[in-house]
Protein backbone atom coordinates (compact mmCIF):
# COMPACT_ATOMS: atom_id res chain seq x y z
CA UNK A 1 0.00 0.00 0.00
CA UNK A 2 1.01 3.71 -0.82
CA UNK A 3 2.05 6.23 1.29
CA UNK A 4 -0.94 7.87 0.05
CA UNK A 5 -2.72 8.18 -3.08
CA UNK A 6 -3.85 4.77 -3.72
CA UNK A 7 -7.13 4.43 -6.14
CA UNK A 8 -6.81 8.12 -7.17
CA UNK A 9 -4.58 7.35 -10.67
CA UNK A 10 -3.53 11.34 -10.49
CA UNK A 11 -2.47 10.78 -7.25
CA UNK A 12 -0.57 7.61 -7.80
CA UNK A 13 1.48 8.88 -10.09
CA UNK A 14 2.44 11.95 -8.08
CA UNK A 15 3.41 9.69 -5.39
CA UNK A 16 5.31 7.26 -7.13
CA UNK A 17 7.06 9.26 -9.67
CA UNK A 18 7.72 12.68 -8.10
CA UNK A 19 7.05 13.03 -4.59
CA UNK A 20 10.29 12.38 -2.71
CA UNK A 21 12.02 12.33 -5.82
CA UNK A 22 15.48 15.38 -5.65
CA UNK A 23 14.14 18.56 -7.40
CA UNK A 24 17.42 20.72 -7.98
CA UNK A 25 15.18 23.15 -10.81
CA UNK A 26 14.68 26.41 -9.89
CA UNK A 27 11.38 26.55 -11.89
CA UNK A 28 10.03 23.37 -10.07
CA UNK A 29 11.16 24.41 -6.74
CA UNK A 30 9.57 28.00 -7.36
CA UNK A 31 6.44 25.64 -8.11
CA UNK A 32 6.44 23.32 -5.38
CA UNK A 33 6.71 26.03 -2.70
CA UNK A 34 4.02 27.88 -4.03
CA UNK A 35 1.65 25.15 -4.23
CA UNK A 36 2.66 24.08 -1.02
CA UNK A 37 1.26 27.34 0.20
CA UNK A 38 -1.75 27.46 -1.62
CA UNK A 39 -2.34 23.66 -0.04
CA UNK A 40 -2.04 24.85 3.40
CA UNK A 41 -5.28 24.31 4.80
CA UNK A 42 -6.37 22.17 1.70
CA UNK A 43 -6.03 18.83 0.93
CA UNK A 44 -2.94 18.16 -1.82
CA UNK A 45 -5.32 16.21 -3.89
CA UNK A 46 -7.01 19.20 -4.52
CA UNK A 47 -3.83 21.23 -5.27
CA UNK A 48 -2.92 18.17 -7.87
CA UNK A 49 -6.28 18.87 -9.16
CA UNK A 50 -5.89 22.03 -10.30
CA UNK A 51 -2.08 22.02 -10.89
CA UNK A 52 -2.08 22.58 -14.45
CA UNK A 53 -4.44 25.64 -14.08
CA UNK A 54 -2.21 27.13 -11.43
CA UNK A 55 0.41 26.07 -14.24
CA UNK A 56 -1.28 27.98 -16.73
CA UNK A 57 -2.38 31.20 -14.30
CA UNK A 58 1.31 31.54 -13.36
CA UNK A 59 3.13 31.21 -16.52
CA UNK A 60 4.66 27.69 -15.94
CA UNK A 61 5.90 29.21 -12.34
CA UNK A 62 8.59 30.99 -14.39
CA UNK A 63 9.82 33.94 -11.23
CA UNK A 64 10.65 36.45 -13.77
CA UNK A 65 7.33 36.82 -15.61
CA UNK A 66 5.65 36.05 -11.73
CA UNK A 67 7.27 39.16 -10.53
CA UNK A 68 5.94 41.41 -13.29
CA UNK A 69 2.35 40.83 -12.61
CA UNK A 70 0.67 43.48 -11.68
CA UNK A 71 -3.20 44.49 -10.19
CA UNK A 72 -4.99 43.41 -13.33
CA UNK A 73 -3.18 40.16 -12.72
CA UNK A 74 -4.02 39.76 -9.51
CA UNK A 75 -7.80 40.29 -10.47
CA UNK A 76 -7.54 37.87 -13.10
CA UNK A 77 -6.14 35.14 -10.83
CA UNK A 78 -9.22 36.37 -8.46
CA UNK A 79 -11.77 35.51 -10.79
CA UNK A 80 -9.92 32.06 -12.12
CA UNK A 81 -12.28 29.15 -11.01
CA UNK A 82 -9.20 27.09 -11.75
CA UNK A 83 -6.78 28.07 -9.22
CA UNK A 84 -7.36 28.39 -5.30
CA UNK A 85 -8.50 31.92 -5.51
CA UNK A 86 -7.13 33.39 -1.80
CA UNK A 87 -5.61 36.56 -2.54
CA UNK A 88 -3.41 36.34 0.54
CA UNK A 89 -1.74 32.83 -1.04
CA UNK A 90 -1.55 34.83 -4.45
CA UNK A 91 0.08 37.82 -3.17
CA UNK A 92 2.89 35.59 -1.76
CA UNK A 93 3.45 33.78 -5.24
CA UNK A 94 3.89 37.29 -6.70
CA UNK A 95 6.10 38.22 -3.96
CA UNK A 96 8.07 35.03 -3.64
CA UNK A 97 8.69 35.20 -7.24
CA UNK A 98 10.02 38.66 -6.50
CA UNK A 99 12.52 36.88 -3.91
CA UNK A 100 13.75 33.97 -6.53
CA UNK A 101 15.23 36.76 -8.71
CA UNK A 102 16.26 39.13 -5.62
CA UNK A 103 18.66 35.59 -4.86
CA UNK A 104 19.30 35.77 -8.35
CA UNK A 105 20.50 39.65 -8.27
CA UNK A 106 22.52 38.79 -5.20
CA UNK A 107 24.50 35.44 -6.83
CA UNK A 108 22.30 32.85 -5.29
CA UNK A 109 19.80 30.16 -6.56
CA UNK A 110 16.58 29.11 -4.71
CA UNK A 111 18.15 25.57 -5.47
CA UNK A 112 21.30 26.53 -3.76
CA UNK A 113 19.13 28.06 -0.41
CA UNK A 114 17.15 24.67 -0.51
CA UNK A 115 19.19 22.11 -0.29
CA UNK A 116 21.63 23.82 2.00
CA UNK A 117 18.93 23.15 4.46
CA UNK A 118 18.53 18.86 3.27
CA UNK A 119 20.00 16.31 5.57
CA UNK A 120 23.07 14.51 5.50
CA UNK A 121 20.74 11.37 5.12
CA UNK A 122 17.60 11.75 3.80
CA UNK A 123 15.62 8.46 4.78
CA UNK A 124 14.76 8.44 8.47
CA UNK A 125 16.16 5.26 10.24
CA UNK A 126 13.87 3.53 10.95
CA UNK A 127 11.23 4.11 8.37
CA UNK A 128 8.33 5.20 9.94
CA UNK A 129 5.59 2.62 9.62
CA UNK A 130 2.71 5.40 9.82
CA UNK A 131 2.28 9.03 9.01
CA UNK A 132 1.48 9.40 12.87
CA UNK A 133 5.40 8.81 12.90
CA UNK A 134 6.52 11.26 11.00
CA UNK A 135 6.99 15.00 11.90
CA UNK A 136 4.86 17.90 10.79
CA UNK A 137 8.25 19.86 11.01
CA UNK A 138 12.30 19.45 11.73
CA UNK A 139 14.58 22.16 13.08
CA UNK A 140 15.93 21.89 9.18
CA UNK A 141 12.58 23.16 8.20
CA UNK A 142 12.27 25.27 10.37
CA UNK A 143 15.26 27.24 9.59
CA UNK A 144 14.45 26.69 5.44
CA UNK A 145 11.29 28.96 6.70
CA UNK A 146 13.33 31.60 8.61
CA UNK A 147 16.01 31.80 5.39
CA UNK A 148 12.88 31.80 2.98
CA UNK A 149 11.07 34.54 5.00
CA UNK A 150 14.03 36.34 5.28
CA UNK A 151 15.17 36.89 1.71
CA UNK A 152 11.65 38.17 1.17
CA UNK A 153 9.00 34.54 0.76
CA UNK A 154 5.51 34.91 2.37
CA UNK A 155 3.45 32.19 3.16
CA UNK A 156 6.03 29.36 4.03
CA UNK A 157 5.98 27.90 7.50
CA UNK A 158 8.05 25.49 9.15
CA UNK A 159 4.90 23.13 8.05
CA UNK A 160 4.88 24.24 4.54
CA UNK A 161 8.73 23.86 4.53
CA UNK A 162 8.62 20.31 5.87
CA UNK A 163 6.19 19.75 2.82
CA UNK A 164 8.42 20.91 0.43
CA UNK A 165 11.61 18.88 1.73
CA UNK A 166 9.31 15.89 1.31
CA UNK A 167 7.67 17.12 -2.20
CA UNK A 168 11.35 17.77 -3.27
CA UNK A 169 13.01 15.18 -2.35
CA UNK A 170 15.44 16.64 0.87
CA UNK A 171 13.91 13.88 2.54
CA UNK A 172 12.65 10.29 2.15
CA UNK A 173 9.50 9.90 4.08
CA UNK A 174 7.94 7.33 2.52
CA UNK A 175 6.52 4.83 4.85
CA UNK A 176 8.15 1.47 5.30
CA UNK A 177 5.74 -1.03 3.46
CA UNK A 178 5.57 1.28 0.39
CA UNK A 179 6.16 -0.12 -2.37
CA UNK A 180 8.51 2.51 -3.47
CA UNK A 181 10.55 1.72 -0.78
CA UNK A 182 9.96 -2.37 -1.33
CA UNK A 183 11.05 -2.18 -4.80
CA UNK A 184 14.21 -0.19 -4.42
CA UNK A 185 15.17 -2.73 -1.65
CA UNK A 186 13.93 -4.88 1.10
CA UNK A 187 16.24 -3.00 3.95
CA UNK A 188 15.74 0.63 2.68
Not at 84 to 102: P, Y
Request: glycine share 6%; hydrophobic share 45%; net charge negative.
Amino acid sequence: MRCFGDGDPLYEQYHDTEWGVPEHGEHALFERFCLEAFQSGLAWITILRKREAFRAAFADFDPEVVAGYDAHDVARLMGDAGIVRNRAKIDATLANARAVLELHDAGRSLSELVWSHAPADPVRDPRAVTFSDVPASTPASRALAAELKSVGFRFVGPTTAYAAMQACGLVDDHLASCPVVTRRTPHS
